[in-house]
C-alpha cells in the first residue's frame, strides 16, 4: 500500500496575497514532513479560477519547489489538464520532462480533461472535444519522450517533426495516470495501461466494482506508453488523533468544508448540453452515504464510508478494507480551507506515519527512495510514431 | 463561503401567495423548452441572491421560454429568469421574475408552483433553423433573443436544474423547490445571440448577461412533481429546509 498527499491548495475567503503565502508555505512544510515520515507520493492537482476551492493553477512550478526540497518522494502532477487551450502537449511534455530530472527520476504525471465550466469556458475549450484530446495527449506524450524525430497529425494539435527535449530522466519515460471522476473513465484508463488516479472519494463497493473491471481490462491493454502503470490509487482525507471523538470533530468539518466549496463550483454539465459529460460534480458523486439520499437541500455530502477521519486503530482498518478490494494506494488531502491548524496537520500527520503506516510496511521501507510503480516491461510503441492520422 | 446579501424584504414584494402546496404531480404536454444560459459579471453575484443560497462561479443566468400546448389552463407561453445558485450542496436556479402568456396559466402558476409571474407577450418561433423568442410587457421588450444552427444532442444531454421560487406560502415567506421532469422527443443545442434584455423587468436591476454559453431547446413532456421541500429564505439550507411533501 502506498500513501501519498494530495494538494488542492484551497484557500478561504477573504482572500489575500499574504493567506495564499500561507497556503502554499504550509503544503511545502507538509511536503517536507511527509518525505522524512516515508510518505511516497505528493500530488498536486491543476485548475484554474476555481476560487477558494483550489488556487493550484502551476503545479509544475509547485512540484518543482517541492522535488528541491525533498529527497525521497515522489511529485506527482494530479494531473495535467490535457486540452489544447491550457497546455499545449509539447509544453507538457517539456515541463515533465525537466521536472524528472530536476527531481531526479521522480516524476508521476496524471491526465485529466478539466469538468467545470469554469475552467473550460475561461479558456474557450468547446466541452465535447475535451475526451479527444485527452486521448490523442496520453497517445503522443510517450513519444515525445521516446523519439528523437516526432511528428504528429491530429485534431488537438498537429507539428512537423521535431526533437522534443529535454527527454525525462526515467527511461523511457514517467508513469502516467488518468484522473478518474466519471464512472467508465477507468476503462479509458485501463484499455491505454495507465494508472487509475481516483480524485473523487468513491465507497467500498463503487471501487471494488471500478477496481476489479480495471485489472480485468488492463491485462489486455493497448498501451499508449513504453510502460504499463496497473496501479489504483484513491483519493481520500486525512485527520488522525489519538481520540476518536476529537479525531471526529476537527475532520468532520474539514470534509463537509471541501464538499461545499467543490459543490459550489459550476459545473460543464450544468452549463453546456454535452454528451461528453453526463455527471453533474464530482466531489463525492460516488460516494455512499450513510443516510439514504434525497434531493434534500439540508442534507450536506457528510462523512461517507472509509473516509480517513478517526483514531489510528479506525485508520487500520478502514485501509485494510481498501487494501481488500485492490486498492494500491491512499492519497490524502490533509487540509481544506486551512480549517485545520498547521500544527494539527502536522501532528496528524507524525501520528498516521508512527501507529497507522507501520501495519502496512517495514520502517525500512519508508526510508528507501519510492520506487516507481510500473512493473511490466517497456513495450515497443505500435505506428512508428506517426500520429493518428 | 459566498452567500446571498439581497433585501429579503424587497424579494417578498413580488412573491406571489400559495393557498396550497402543489400534491399532485402535473403534466405539460407537446412542450417546447428552450433554455439560454449567460454568464454575468461578478458585481452583482452575491446581490442578487437571498441569503439563503449561494452563487456558482462565474455567477450564471438561465432564461427559459416555454411553448405548452397542452396544459390545466390551457396553451401559455411562459418565459423565466433564474439565477443559477447552490441550495446547501445542491445545484439550483432562483427565479427573479416570469411572464405568462395567459391570464389563466398566470394565476395558475403563481398559485400552484410560487412562480413570480405576470402576464405579457410573448412571441416564440421555433423551427429547423433555429429560435427566435420576444417578451414583451406592455409597450417594453424585456427580451429578444436569436438561436441558430441547431445541432441534435442526446435526450439527456440538456440539464435542468430546480427551481427555487419565492412565494408566500401557508408556512411563511419561503423558498419552494420546484422540480420537473423533462421527457423530450428530440432535443438540439444551438448557437445563440442575446438580443435585447431589460433587467429590471426581470425584477432585478443588477442582473447584467453578458456572455453567451449555450442554448438547448427540448420537445417533449414535462412533468411539474409535487412539492417536496421549502426553504426559509433568510437562513442556509442546511438547517433551514422543511418538508413539506404531504401537506398539499
Do not use: K
Given at each position: 500500500m502506498k500513501f501519498g498527499i494530495f494538494f488542492e491548495l484551497s484557500t478561504p475567503r477573504p482572500f489575500s496575497r499574504e493567506r495564499e503565502w500561507a497556503v502554499y508555505h504550509n503544503a511545502l512544510e507538509q511536503c517536507r514532513l511527509a518525505d522524512e515520515l516515508g510518505f511516497d507520493h505528493v500530488w498536486a492537482v491543476e485548475h484554474h479560477f476555481l476560487e477558494e476551492y483550489s488556487?493550484?493553477?502551476?503545479?509544475?512550478?509547485?512540484?518543482?519547489?517541492?522535488?528541491?526540497?525533498?529527497?525521497?518522494?515522489?511529485?506527482?502532477?494530479?494531473?495535467?489538464?490535457?486540452?489544447?487551450?491550457?497546455?499545449?502537449?509539447?509544453?507538457?511534455?517539456?515541463?515533465?520532462?525537466?521536472?524528472?530530472?530536476?527531481?531526479?527520476?521522480?516524476l508521476e504525471l496524471g491526465t485529466a480533461r478539466s469538468s467545470t465550466w469554469t475552467e473550460l469556458g475561461g479558456f474557450s475549450v468547446n466541452p465535447d472535444d475535451t475526451k479527444i484530446t485527452w486521448d490523442e495527449f496520453v497517445r503522443a506524450l510517450p513519444r515525445m519522450w521516446m523519439q528523437e524525430e516526432f511528428e504528429w497529425h491530429g485534431k488537438a494539435f498537429s507539428m512537423p517533426s521535431r526533437n522534443v527535449l529535454p527527454k525525462p530522466l526515467q527511461d523511457p519515460h514517467p508513469p502516467l495516470w488518468v484522473t478518474v471522476t466519471s464512472p467508465g473513465t477507468e476503462l479509458d484508463a485501463a484499455d491505454r495501461g495507465l494508472g487509475c488516479l481516483g480524485v473523487s472519494a468513491a465507497g467500498y463497493d463503487e471501487q471494488e466494482?471500478?477496481?476489479?473491471?480495471?485489472?480485468?481490462?488492463?491485462?489486455n491493454c493497448d498501451p499508449v506508453g513504453g510502460v504499463v502503470n496497473d496501479q489504483v490509487h484513491t483519493m481520500n482525507f486525512l485527520y488522525c488523533h489519538e481520540d476518536y471523538r476529537v479525531a471526529r470533530d476537527v475532520g468532520v468539518p474539514m470534509v463537509t468544508a471541501f464538499n461545499v466549496a467543490n459543490?459550489?463550483?459550476?459545473?460543464?454539465?450544468?452549463?453546456?448540453?454535452?454528451r461528453a459529460y453526463q455527471a453533474l460534480g464530482n466531489a463525492g458523486a460516488a460516494m455512499k452515504p450513510r443516510k439514504a439520499a434525497a434531493d434534500d437541500p439540508s442534507v450536506a455530502k457528510g462523512l461517507p464510508e472509509g473516509v480517513g477521519v478517526g483514531d489510528p486503530e479506525h485508520l487500520v482498518r478502514t485501509i485494510k478494507r481498501w487494501e481488500s478490494i485492490g486498492v494500491t494506494g491512499i492519497n490524502f488531502l490533509l487540509n481544506a480551507m486551512?480549517?485545520?491548524?498547521?500544527?494539527?496537520?502536522?501532528?496528524?500527520?507524525?501520528?498516521?506515519?508512527?501507529e497507522v503506516m507501520p501495519q502496512f510496511r517495514g520502517a525500512e521501507q519508508s526510508a528507501l527512495p519510492v520506487t516507481a510503480p510500473t512493473v511490466l516491461p517497456r513495450f515497443a510503441l505500435a505506428n512508428g510514431g506517426q500520429g493518428p492520422c | 463561503m459566498l452567500t446571498g446579501t439581497a433585501d429579503v424584504e424587497r424579494l417578498a414584494r413580488s412573491a406571489p401567495r400559495l393557498e396550497r402546496y402543489l400534491a399532485e404531480p402535473m403534466v405539460l404536454e407537446d412542450v417546447a423548452l428552450f433554455q439560454l444560459v449567460l454568464e454575468m459579471r461578478n458585481g452583482a453575484r452575491e446581490a442578487v441572491l437571498p441569503p439563503s443560497l449561494h452563487p456558482t462561479v462565474p455567477p450564471?443566468?438561465?432564461?427559459?421560454?416555454?411553448?405548452?400546448?397542452?396544459?390545466?389552463?390551457?396553451?401559455?407561453?411562459?418565459?423565466?429568469?433564474?439565477?443559477?445558485?447552490?441550495?446547501?450542496?445542491?445545484?439550483?436556479?432562483?427565479?427573479?421574475?416570469?411572464?405568462?402568456?395567459s391570464a389563466p396559466a398566470c394565476d395558475g402558476l403563481r398559485g400552484a408552483l410560487g412562480y413570480p409571474a405576470r402576464t405579457g407577450e410573448i412571441a416564440f418561433v421555433h423551427g429547423y433553423s433555429g429560435v427566435e423568442a420576444t417578451v414583451r410587457i406592455g409597450d417594453g421588450c424585456a427580451l429578444r433573443c436569436h438561436a441558430i444552427d441547431p445541432e441534435p444532442i442526446g435526450a439527456d444531454d440538456a440539464q435542468y436544474t430546480g427551481t427555487l421560487n419565492?412565494?408566500?406560502?401557508?408556512?411563511?415567506?419561503?423558498?419552494?423547490?420546484?422540480?420537473?421532469?423533462?421527457?423530450?422527443?428530440?432535443?438540439?443545442?444551438?448557437?445563440?445571440?442575446?438580443?435585447?434584455?431589460?433587467?429590471?423587468?426581470?425584477?432585478?436591476?443588477?442582473?447584467?448577461?453578458?456572455?453567451?454559453?449555450?442554448?438547448?431547446l427540448a420537445r417533449g413532456r414535462v412533468t411539474f412533481a409535487p412539492l417536496r421541500f421549502a426553504l426559509r429564505v433568510d437562513e442556509l439550507a442546511f438547517t433551514g429546509t422543511e418538508s413539506i411533501a404531504g401537506q398539499g
Open positions: 488556487h493550484c493553477s502551476a503545479p509544475e512550478v509547485f512540484l518543482t519547489a517541492v522535488a528541491a526540497q525533498t529527497q525521497r518522494i515522489r511529485v506527482g502532477h494530479g494531473a495535467v489538464v490535457c486540452v489544447p487551450e491550457m497546455n499545449h502537449p509539447v509544453r507538457v511534455a517539456e515541463r515533465a520532462a525537466a521536472l524528472d530530472i530536476l527531481s531526479n527520476g521522480r466494482r471500478r477496481t476489479r473491471e480495471y485489472h480485468r481490462r488492463i491485462a459543490s459550489h463550483l459550476y459545473w460543464t454539465r450544468e452549463a453546456y448540453p454535452t486551512e480549517m485545520v491548524p498547521q500544527e494539527q496537520v502536522l501532528e496528524s500527520m507524525r501520528l498516521f506515519a508512527r | 450564471t443566468l438561465s432564461l427559459q421560454v416555454w411553448d405548452v400546448a397542452d396544459s390545466p389552463w390551457g396553451p401559455f407561453r411562459m418565459a423565466v429568469s433564474r439565477v443559477s445558485c447552490r441550495a446547501g450542496v445542491r445545484a439550483r436556479g432562483f427565479t427573479t421574475a416570469a411572464v405568462v402568456s419565492l412565494a408566500q406560502a401557508p408556512a411563511g415567506l419561503r423558498l419552494l423547490q420546484v422540480e420537473f421532469d423533462v421527457v423530450p422527443d428530440r432535443a438540439e443545442r444551438l448557437r445563440a445571440r442575446l438580443e435585447a434584455f431589460d433587467a429590471a423587468a426581470w425584477g432585478e436591476p443588477l442582473l447584467d448577461p453578458y456572455f453567451v454559453v449555450a442554448a438547448s
